[in-house]
């Protein structure tokens, strides 16, 4: 973590709309990081976890694109952040939490048979 302690390290999905060129989706990537960059915000790490089927369907959609973005911020930004998700038509869903730590390496356990 940085030296600056009024920022909060945060783990945020986004499931972007699985119909947009490779081209859009990257600069709606970039449009989430620039949200926070542009906000004093630090990124630190970026999954791209690919595109998946939903468990329902989100905006007549049954697939999405998920990144997973671990990012630094100030806790008053997030009114802003999340204010701005929802006018972009190309963000299906979104989640941002508190975490601790930055994962390197995501690893999913087995769900029983």
Known sequence: MTE???????????ILNATLSEEARGKALDR?????????????????LG???LAYPIQRSR?????LLYFQAA????RELWREYHLNEDL???????????KDELKFKQLPE
């Open 75 to 78: 806790a008053e930004v997030m």
């Open 32 to 48: 989430i990081q620039t949200g926070i960059t542009g906000r004093g915000g630090e990124m630190l790490k970026i999954h791209d």
């Open 63 to 67: 697939e999405g694109h998920y990144y």
């Open 4 to 14: 600056n302690t009024d920022k909060q390290l945060y783990e945020g999905m986004y």
């Open 51 to 53: 595109r998946k089927k």
């Open 92 to 102: 299906l869903r979104f989640m941002t939490l508190r975490t601790e730590e930055v």
